[in-house]
């Protein structure tokens, strides 16, 4: 078992995208907020070591944020996102 608690996993969940040019990012200040194109209830993706691993749904439950997965990307979808 130790093998495995040994292994670094980079993580990102990627909740939507925006574009906007460099000089208005460099304006923005703390708390300052980026509108995504996305919808609320849209699915966000997993990322595990720059490879999109599944799909989720946000979930708050009081001030928590957590990823509920939705579905796992099968072989052919992680071979088509990552070409």
């Known amino acids: ?32 907020v980026i509108e995504l194109e996305t919808d609320d209830n849209e699915e966000v993706q997993l990322i595990a070591n720059n490879v999109p691993v599944a799909k989720g749904q946000v979930v708050m ?14 072989r052919a979808e992680v071979t088509a996102a990552t070409q």
């Open 1 to 32: 078992m130790n093998s495995v608690e040994n292994v670094s996993v980079e993580l990102v969940v990627v909740l939507g995208r925006a574009q906007m040019p460099i000089h208005q990012l460099l304006k923005m200040g703390r708390g300052a």
């Open 61 to 74: 439950s009081g001030e928590k944020i957590a990823i509920n997965i939705t579905r796992k990307l099968s």
